[in-house]
């Protein structure tokens, strides 16, 4: 038996192309470690009118984690004109898998880390560090939204004085959706938060909210932010808001190191940071729970690629050396991170993103030979 059952998601499109780069890897580094390939996405959609069937949850409830390629979504309508003939008649909705992997989970951290490796010649500037931490399933996420407003709905936010004003607008003329924060959710991100920068011996953590307006979701946050604070007497606690953050990030980007937030700064903040350092061929991200994790590029399908084998896969390498090290084998981890940063810094093998005319593979196997060589 194996230490380690993994979960084993390629998904769609490129998602085949950067596994296979991530399977190149992993064979050289001694990670005991089985993978257990599962099915999702589009395919699965159209064949069976469910793009995560049972059986994938039944893996991931056996696995210790999962990577995952990446996949496929359309708009509705375009998703019910595909599926299989047999299946149109019947009520078969679609979801985003990854959505749902999250929520079942309890995936309550979102990690990106974003960093301007030397000799990526996307980056922004030089020396750029960060890593983001999202929440991943409360906020705006939480799917709580009407359109048009229910009556009941109305009659009870008209308890609040601010609400008035809308009284006089039709119910069918109003959306809302609701930013739904829990202090346990605020605690975990910003837990997680402080744990890594002790981890990573940093001397400060950024919260990114916008408390001024926002005045109890925001709040919630920066307030449990500070109690929490209070146990790293090390770790100096910022505060900023989100929107001034957007410009202190290209303008200052070295001053930051860990930042944390809610779900919808978080998607914003970490594709700004993203893109400070090369974008999405770059861009790896860890989905965290108290008892599983999944490991993934940020980017999706890009289905004009898929089966090219020409798309980066350093993404995927990364989000793969997150899975290493959260199984706590750091100094696989490490390694990896170190063949990666090596090949990037060397530029001899480089995929159409960064001008070169090298296949997804090439990479692969050029940071495979550096692992063998260390
Ligand atoms: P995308 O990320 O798939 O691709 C956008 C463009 O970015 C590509 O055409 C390509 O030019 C570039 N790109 C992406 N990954 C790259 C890589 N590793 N190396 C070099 N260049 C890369 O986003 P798009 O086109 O908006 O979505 C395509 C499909 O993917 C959609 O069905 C969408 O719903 C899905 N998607 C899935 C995600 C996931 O599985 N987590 C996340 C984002 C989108
Ligand atoms: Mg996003």
Excluded at 7 to 35: F, S
Excluded at 52 to 72: H, M, S, V, Y
Excluded at 113 to 131: M, R, S, T
Excluded at 154 to 176: G, N, Q, T
């Amino acid at each position: 038996m194996t230490k380690y059952k993994i979960a084993w998601l390629p998904g769609d499109g490129i998602g085949n192309d950067v596994m296979d780069a991530a399977r190149t890897v992993l064979d050289v580094v001694d990670l005991d470690a089985e993978y257990i390939p599962g099915d999702v996405g589009w395919e699965f959609w159209r064949k069976e009118g469910n793009p995560l069937p049972e059986r994938t949850l039944e893996l991931l409830k056996n696995t210790d984690c999962c990577l995952f390629g990446a996949i496929t979504s359309k708009p509705r309508d375009e998703a019910r004109r595909e599926l299989a003939p047999q299946l149109r008649e019947k009520k078969f909705e679609y979801f985003s898998p990854i959505v749902k992997i999250r929520q079942e989970f309890k995936l309550h951290t979102n990690l990106r880390p974003c960093k301007a490796f030397e000799g990526n010649p996307l980056n922004y500037k030089d020396n750029i560090d960060l890593v983001v931490f999202r929440e991943n399933t409360e906020g705006l996420y939480s799917g709580v939204e009407f359109h048009p407003l229910p009556k009941e709905v109305m009659s009870a936010l008209l308890h609040h004085p601010k609400m008035h004003r809308f009284r006089e607008v039709p119910l069918e003329d109003i959306a809302l959706s609701c930013r739904i924060f829990t202090r346990q959710g605020c605690q975990k991100i910003v837990k997680q938060a402080f744990e890594y920068a002790e981890k990573k011996n940093k001397s400060n953590v950024t919260v990114i909210e916008k408390p001024n307006v926002l005045r109890e979701t925001s709040g919630l946050m920066i307030r449990e932010a500070r109690k929490i604070s209070e146990e790293y007497p090390n770790i100096e606690l910022w505060e900023t808001n989100v929107d001034a953050m957007c410009m202190w990030l290209i303008k200052n980007p070295h001053d930051y190191g860990i930042l944390v937030t809610s779900n919808m700064f978080g998607d914003i903040i970490s594709d700004l940071s993203a893109q400070l350092v090369g974008g999405l061929g770059f861009a790896s991200s860890a989905n965290i729970g108290d008892d599983y994790a999944l490991f993934e590029p940020t980017h999706g399908s890009a289905p004009k690629y898929a089966g090219m084998y020409k798309v980066n896969p350093t993404a995927m390498l990364l989000a793969t050396k997150l899975m290493i090290e959260y199984l706590g084998e750091e100094e696989i981890a490490n390694r990896l991170e170190k063949a990666i940063a090596q090949v990037i810094k060397e530029g001899k093998v480089r995929t159409y993103d960064l001008g070169g005319n090298n296949t997804t593979l090439d990479v692969a196997n050029e940071v495979a030979k550096k692992l063998k060589e260390m």
